[in-house]
């Protein structure tokens, strides 16, 4: 099983600023089957990223994904108030599926 | 749209067994997808339960594998969910989604099932 491990744990920002979220993996990935997640409280997870840079639809451009084999990274060019919130990279590989532990992105 | 609604007991006995349902609507169950159930435990991360396929051909979370079954009712246009010997520990929100080609692109609102006598 591959296990993915996110940092930081906890990140804290002020608007307008530029966010750098990290997803680090036990094994090389494959780029088609690696995606990010944004979820807010009390919801459940919305589709930000998926085959590591394509944005989901609906997701604005201030949103972006990058990297390869066992790094990839998340960036949020500009923060937005409504951009803090739980992020989560998954994978899939071989039949199985696993999710990072989460980045929490709060307001400073 | 597709979309996606969990039902089921909110409260299950430890040792019991939890059961849910997800209905499917704005789409056929038939597609070319895998449908999932993710669960989260209050304040926790996300834990991928497993993956059924129209033709009933399931995948499982290696960690759950001995307590789970999927399956899958073409004529209702849903999948459910059996966990068995439950304890506290498997008290979570449960998700129900689409897997498509890599990543969940629709989910469930999600429901709360607690293990507690």
């Known amino acids: 099983e591959i296990v993915l491990t996110q940092s930081p744990a906890t990140l804290s920002l002020s608007p307008g600023e530029r966010a750098t979220l990290s997803c680090g993996a036990s094994?090389?990935?494959?780029?088609?089957?690696l995606a990010w997640y944004q979820q807010k409280p009390g919801l459940a997870p919305r589709l930000l990223i998926y085959?590591?840079?394509t944005r989901a639809t609906g997701i604005p451009d201030r949103f972006s994904g990058s990297g390869s084999g066992t790094d990839f990274t998340l960036t949020i060019s500009r923060l937005e108030p409504e951009d803090f919130a739980v992020y989560y990279c998954?994978?899939?590989?071989?039949?199985?599926?696993?999710f990072g532990q989460g980045t929490r992105l709060e307001i400073k | 749209q597709v979309q996606l609604q969990e039902s089921g007991p909110g409260l299950v006995k430890p040792s019991g067994t939890l059961s849910l349902t997800c209905a499917v609507s704005g789409g056929s169950i038939d597609n070319n997808n895998w449908w999932s159930w993710v669960r989260q435990p209050p304040g926790k991360g996300l834990e991928w339960i497993g993956e059924?396929?129209?033709?009933?051909?399931?995948n499982y979370n290696p960690s759950l594998k001995s307590r789970v079954t999927i399956s899958v009712d073409k004529s209702k246009n849903q999948f459910s969910v059996n966990l068995s010997s439950v304890t506290a520990a498997d008290t979570a929100i449960y998700y129900c989604?689409?897997?498509?080609?890599?990543?969940?692109?629709?989910w469930g609102q999600g429901i709360l099932v607690t293990v507690s006598s």
């Open positions: 989604a689409r897997w498509y080609m890599g990543y969940f692109d629709h």
């Open positions: 998954q994978q899939y590989g071989s039949s199985s599926i696993t």
């Open positions: 059924i396929y129209h033709s009933g051909s399931a």
């Open positions: 085959d590591a840079s």
């Open positions: 094994q090389r990935v494959s780029s088609s089957y």
